[in-house]
Nanobody, 124 residues
Framework: QVQLAESGGGSVQAGGSLRLSCAAS????????MGWFRQAPGKEREGVAV????????NYADSVKGRFTISQDNTNNTLYLQMMSLKPEDTAMYYC?????????????????WGQGTQVTVSS
């Protein structure tokens, strides 16, 4: 059973930084795509950043390019999202997700397994 557990959320002021972590376990897929998504109240879930290690590729939403960095540590099956220069519009629940395909983009519908989320709040 695939389990994804996010951590690292919190409240910061605009311009601050946070690093989110997602501990993944229970999957047998070889080097699946994984990603970070977010959902603000009243809005649809949107893709933030994804990584597909089989292709060595990363993909970012335009709104976070240059500020967020996705990475993963295969030794402990952990996905990270380093977030810098945070803005109030980054406020949302952030979710980690895993796709069973070798290549997936920023569309949440392409992902099969989800964590419970971690809240990020950025104040102005």
């Amino acid at each position: 059973q695939v389990q994804l557990a996010e951590s690292g959320g919190g409240s910061v002021q605009a311009g601050g930084s946070l690093r989110l972590s997602c501990a993944a376990s229970g999957y047998t897929y070889s080097r699946p795509c994984m990603g970070w998504f977010r959902q603000a109240p009243g809005k649809e879930r949107e893709g933030v950043a994804v990584i597909c290690p089989k292709f060595g590729s990363t993909n970012y939403a335009d709104s976070v390019k240059g500020r967020f960095t996705i990475s993963q540590d295969n030794t402990n099956n952990t996905l990270y999202l380093q977030m810098m220069s945070l803005k109030p519009e980054d406020t949302a629940m952030y979710y980690c997700a895993l796709a069973t395909s070798w290549y997936s983009g920023l569309d949440p519908h392409e992902y099969n397994f989800w964590g419970q989320g971690t809240q990020v709040t950025v104040s102005s």
